[in-house]
């Protein structure tokens, strides 16, 4: 019983050195910047090391056998990537959660008081955004509580931003989710096929296209744009949902995932 105490401090220092091990090279093989200093991460493993009793020569073995591990299990290395991903978009969306999940007024599908918010960035000659109407609706479906706030993303064609301003011109006239159904419903998006998604969600098609061209639309544009830049977002659809930032085009239980995680917080 003596060497009780030792041994699971030495355990507990093999698993601070390995998670402080495989953070570090995700953390490099994701992005080079911490490069000019000790993190806070490594300064909070010296000092659990020498808590525990730890001293370089000691740390120096166990590192060796980390590596030896890393090297014999390579696959953690993508999970560890993919949580590095999570904590760091997290992050940015933390002080910009307030802004994104106030949405450009009319522009919400599902629940507009639901308690669990979803934000999707898309675009209407996003391919992958239209295979994920189906998804999306199905979501909607299962949870009466969602709210699904839709940041206008026009950075695919040229006629993207056009069928976006019209969409914006929709949620000011109340009938943003027929718009947004009948554009991913038909062509890809053109003067035609924005006309006639306006005509088939019963817009006053003058009043949409005046709208369309004031400077808060514009704006909303241009704040979506910055909002995608700081998240580190470059294609449509992407999603946030409580902490989590999501690329592409996922299956359905992925999101359900996420929005019961976002549920729970």
């Known amino acids: 019983m003596a060497d009780s105490q030792p041994r699971r401090l030495g355990a507990f220092a093999l698993i601070a050195v390995l998670i402080a091990l495989v953070g570090a090279v995700a953390g490099w093989w994701y992005e080079s910047r911490r490069t000019d200093g000790e993190s806070g991460e490594d300064a909070q493993l010296e000092a659990s090391l020498a808590g525990a009793g730890i001293d370089g020569k000691e740390r120096a ?16 290395l993508p999970e560890a990537m993919e949580r590095l991903q999570q904590r760091e978009a997290g992050a940015r969306i ?6 994104l999940e106030t949405p450009f007024p009319g522009a919400v599908l599902g629940n507009p008081a639901g308690k669990v918010t ?26 009466p509580d969602l709210r699904v706030v839709v940041r206008e993303l ?16 929709a949620a000011a006239q ?20 924005i006309a006639a998604a306006a005509g088939a969600a019963g817009l006053d098609l003058a009043a949409a296209r005046a709208f369309g061209a004031r400077n808060d639309v514009e ?9 995608a830049r700081q998240l580190g977002i470059n294609g449509t659809p992407a999603w946030v949902v409580g902490g989590r930032l ?18 729970k917080g």
């Open 61 to 76: 073995a166990i590192e060796g056998l980390v590596r030896s591990y890393i090297l014999d299990h390579p696959e953690i």
């Open 219 to 227: 704006e909303e544009l241009k704040r979506n744009l910055e909002m």
């Open 154 to 169: 026009p950075i695919i064609a040229p006629e993207s931003a056009p069928a976006a301003r019209m969409a914006l011109a």
């Open 118 to 143: 979803l934000v999707e960035f898309t675009d209407y000659a996003c391919t992958y955004c239209r295979q994920s109407v189906k998804a999306l609706d199905a979501l909607i479906a299962k949870n």
């Open 174 to 193: 109340g009938k943003y989710p027929a718009y947004h159904k009948a554009m991913f419903e038909g062509p890809r998006p053109s003067d035609a096929s």
């Open 246 to 263: 999501i690329h592409g085009a996922v299956p359905e239980a992925d999101l359900q995932a996420a929005i019961d995680d976002a549920r």
């Open 94 to 99: 933390a002080p910009m959660r307030g802004a």
